[in-house]
């Protein structure tokens, strides 16, 4: 019995070790251009911070990436939600979309945030301080409305 669970162990610590060579399809960081919502005229102090602090992990190219982003298989897990999140909005492509696509996308943060969707409850276990008071949703809400309207002019 304890011959067999020896050999399990090692067997498992092989596979762990082998998958570290699985390359994980986390995108390296870019640094910031004239392309991202940091240089746009529509977004400024705090409301900039808490999109830095609670959205650009997943929604930019600028991703502070934790400890355990170089280990699979949660490499893969972190790989798969940036580039999803990146493919829904990336703030740091904000200056390549159209206004319309611009207006979408201010729409879809009033809806995800307002919602509570966003940011994700799996990300918030880890990122306490990226979770949104009431205050911040306001903030971001507002900020929301005011962006399309300056966009509408």
């Known amino acids: ?9 090692v067997a498992l610590a092989v596979v ?13 960081n870019k640094p910031e251009d004239k392309k991202s919502i ?11 911070e808490q999109l830095r602090k609670s959205c650009f992990d997943c929604h930019s190219n600028q991703v502070q990436l934790p400890w355990y982003s170089k280990l699979a298989p949660s490499s893969w897990l972190l790989a798969d939600h940036i580039n999803d999140g990146k493919s829904h909005l990336n703030f740091s492509e904000w200056n390549d979309y159209s206004n319309r696509e611009i207006i979408g996308l201010l729409e879809e943060i009033k809806d995800e945030v307002g919602s509570g969707n966003m940011p994700l409850k799996s990300y918030l276990l880890i990122h ?3 979770k ?5 949703i306001s903030a971001l809400l507002t900020w929301a409305d005011e962006a399309t309207a300056k966009i509408l002019k």
């Open 128 to 130: 306490r301080d990226a």
């Open 1 to 9: 019995m304890m011959k067999a669970v020896k050999i399990i162990l």
């Open 16 to 28: 762990f070790i082998a998958i570290q060579f699985i390359p994980s399809g986390i995108p390296e």
């Open 38 to 48: 940091v240089n746009s005229n529509l977004v400024t102090g705090p409301v900039l």
């Open 132 to 136: 949104l008071n009431s205050e911040e």
